[in-house]
């Protein structure tokens, strides 16, 4: 099984690029995506021209006042002239969104070779404008004042965890230090600092509640950042490294309002999961990593139940007994995940898909784990709203 067997077309990442992310005060929307752009196709060996279409994606949402950005790529070249390119919005997923249309423009034949970037600024922007944008991803307060954003929406979600598990506080304490440690092998990533277990646990000055139980260390940052890839019906010729093939993909929507939805379940990340490692053919068993979206600890937590390395309440065992540390069975966010990463919203699922093919050709640098052949990529918007997964495998 897979995507070429099951689809009938072989959908390689042939190149790749990436940009440092955090607080790029010397950087613009526009310069970031022509850097990664441009790089991408460099390393796949692919001209300018021979682009058949473009995606972008970005959230925005207000944090910068250019709401049409979509031909900011072809600022790369001016044999990119009159190709197609469209922009993605599907809140924090809006990367991974313009990936699986990119994917599915070669898959209906009307493209072969597809330039999907992911980028956003936010960093400029006030805390005031960044909070309402991120809460549009959100039906009961969008457009609502709030003092915790996004930070309130999932501390309710910890908060509901605590009253049907018991206290998460410690267990999420350690999530954040395993991606804080991660991350320091990640020349992209914003916080590239080993914080210590019993720093992330505990609440201080510099460790303060944002939204309680959720500590600063729980929360991934503002950033900004670009990530790009090229995708290709088949191996292009010159590429800088061999081609990562799709295995399997899926896309997965949940109701809007909250009372639809049990904030633990994480409904159609259960869905998208499964539908892509059946088309996969995959198990657990079979992946060498995977890059979840942490933005913020509690949701990585759920993630160990999603993907079901433990059943419902007992995803602590998976970072308590070590299995998704660096040796552990499954590695989990290797690139420091959002929580020390990063989280430029439009390009997290970009960078995602990026990092893991690095992991997979052996050009992870520092991050690198040895023999890594098959890997998995969640990326979501909103509180499990919008909700991908891809798996990944080296050629």
């Known amino acids: ?6 689809l009938g077309t072989d959908v390689l990442l042939t190149g790749w690029g990436h940009s440092p992310f955090g ?10 995506i022509v850097a990664v752009a441009t790089e991408a196709l460099e390393n796949a060996g692919v001209e300018p021209g021979d682009v058949d279409e473009v995606y972008l994606g970005q959230f925005n949402a207000g944090m910068v006042p250019l709401a049409f950005p979509s031909s900011l790529v072809l600022q790369v070249s001016d044999a990119l002239a009159n190709t197609p390119a469209t922009r993605v919005e599907n809140a924090c997923a809006s990367g991974s969104a313009a990936f699986q249309q990119g994917v599915k423009a070669l898959l209906a034949g009307t493209a072969r070779t597809v330039l999907v970037v992911g980028a956003e600024k936010m960093t400029h922007a006030s805390a005031d ?3 309402a944008a991120l809460l549009g991803a959100d039906y009961e307060l969008a457009g609502t004042p709030s003092s915790t954003g996004f930070a309130g929406i999932f501390a309710e979600v910890a908060r509901h965890y605590e009253k049907r598990y018991g206290p998460v506080g410690d267990t999420l304490g350690l999530i954040a230090a395993k991606n804080h440690r991660n991350g320091v092998r990640n ?20 460790n303060p509640v944002v939204a309680e139980p959720l500590r600063r260390t729980d929360c991934s940052p503002v950033s900004d950042g670009a990530a790009a890839v090229v995708l290709s019906t088949r191996p292009t010729a010159g590429a800088a490294t061999d081609p990562v093939r799709l295995a399997g993909f899926d896309h997965a929507n949940d109701f809007l309002p909250a009372a639809r939805r049990d904030p633990l379940e994480f409904a159609g990340s259960v869905a998208a999961w499964q539908r892509a490692m059946t088309m996969a053919g995959v198990t657990l068993d079979d992946l060498d990593l995977a890059e979840v979206h942490d933005c913020f600890t509690i949701a990585e937590l759920v993630l160990y139940e999603v993907m079901g390395l433990a059943p419902r309440g007992e995803g602590r065992r998976a970072i308590e007994e070590g299995w998704v ?6 590695p989990v966010n290797l690139s ?14 970009v960078s995602q898909h990026v990092l893991a093919a690095m992991q997979l050709t052996g050009t992870a640098g520092e991050m690198q784990l040895p023999g890594a052949r098959r890997a998995a990529v969640h990326n979501m918007g909103g509180l499990a709203v919008a909700n991908y997964v891809s798996v990944l495998e080296a050629v």
């Open 325 to 330: 540390e660096r040796d552990g069975r499954l």
């Open 129 to 131: 404008v960044v909070g």
């Open 1 to 6: 099984m897979g995507v070429r067997e099951e």
């Open 187 to 206: 020349p992209y990533a914003q916080l590239r600092k080993d914080l210590g277990v019993e720093f992330c646990q505990t609440v201080s000055d510099k």
């Open 23 to 32: 607080k790029l005060s010397d950087e613009t929307l526009e310069s970031l």
């Open 336 to 349: 420091g995940g959002l929580k020390a990463k990063g989280h430029p919203v439009g390009a997290t699922g």
